[in-house]
T-cell receptor, first 117, second 111 residues
């Protein structure tokens, strides 16, 4: 079964709207979650690393004021796309890693398809 | 810089064997992962290699050579449902556990 839940799965909204996406780890605590963006037929691009109780670490070129990340608990991280515009339309995916052995993979949520009109 | 290369597309026949290669040049290395991703869905974990050699898991095997910066994913007894993108990802050597993904290989399995 799924170990990471992402919601909503699809969002269609007008330009200028802010959109919040939730990522929850199910049945385990995730001190670190990751947010990715994926364009059609392209690979996953890491946007930021979300750390519970502290500020997120953003990858180069990702606007932290545009993509607000909050990791307020050990099971929930949120990504808010502020004042979204058509160029923000994309597939956003979160992942979380079980703590413990180094061979633990990242488990991905089902993704959120964001369409800005 | 970080660079991970995979073929863009491959085609194979149902029941056959296919090998998907991945070469990497990264500033650090702490393991290599293979994921499968069907169109419009999230990636699912297939395999992990951190030491040189072959890891076998059912119809799927993955090989790693750290000295050559090279890995491959081997799929045996191909099934139609294996048509998907296969992503090679290298984990950075720092403590963040973040992954650097290749561009992915789209595999088409034909009858």
């Amino acid at each position: 079964g799924a170990v990471v839940s992402q919601h909503p799965s699809r969002v269609i909204c007008k330009s200028g709207t802010s959109v919040k996406i939730e990522c929850r780890s199910l049945d385990f605590q995730a001190t670190t979650m990751f947010w990715y963006r994926q364009f059609p037929k392209k690979s996953l691009m890491l946007m930021a690393t979300s750390n519970e109780g502290s500020k997120a670490t953003y990858e180069q070129g990702v606007e932290k004021d545009k993509f607000l990340i909050n990791h307020a608990s050990l099971t929930l991280s949120t990504l808010t796309v502020t004042s979204a515009h058509p160029e923000d339309s994309s597939f956003y995916i979160c992942s979380a890693r079980l703590r413990g052995l180094s061979n633990q993979p990242q488990h991905f949520g089902d993704g959120t398809r964001l369409s800005i009109l | 810089g970080q660079n991970i290369d995979q073929p863009t597309e491959m085609t194979a026949t149902e029941g056959a064997i296919v090998q998907i290669n991945c070469t990497y040049q990264t500033s650090g290395f702490n393991g290599l992962f293979w994921y499968q991703q069907h169109a419009g869905e999230a990636p699912t974990f297939l395999s992990y290699n951190v030491l040189d050699g072959l890891e076998e898991k059912g119809r799927f095997s993955s090989f790693l050579s750290r000295s050559k910066g090279y890995s491959y994913l081997l799929l045996k007894e191909l099934q139609m449902k294996d048509s998907a993108s296969y992503l090679c990802a290298v984990r950075d050597a720092d403590s963040s556990y973040k992954l650097i993904f290749g561009s992915g290989t789209r595999l088409l399995v034909r009858p």
